[in-house]
């Protein structure tokens, strides 16, 4: 199989970067609001990292694997 070409992996990465923040910035509000930004953003972006990483990446590439590798 080839390499999918980088603007490809771009585009999926930002797609899926921006719903899981959106999601997860909107999920966490209630709970992160009374604490200082930087330090809810460093709370966050653990969980962001990993779900990027092991759930919706893998994922996200064997669905668009067609796509990606045209």
Same mark, same amino acid.
């Given at each position: 199989? +080839? +390499?999918?070409r980088r603007w490809k992996l771009w585009l999926t990465t930002l797609?899926? %970067?921006y719903v899981l923040l #959106? @999601? *997860?910035t909107t999920l966490t509000r209630p709970l992160l609001a009374p604490l200082p930004? $930087? #330090?809810a953003l460093a709370l966050? %972006? $653990?969980v962001l990292t990993s779900?990027? +990483?092991w759930i919706v990446m893998p994922r996200l590439t064997q669905v668009l @694997?067609?796509? *990606?590798?045209?």
């Open positions: 199989m +080839t +390499t999918p797609v899926a %970067l #959106l @999601a *997860l930004k $930087p #330090l966050l %972006l $653990p779900l990027m +990483t @694997a067609p796509w *990606l590798h045209r």
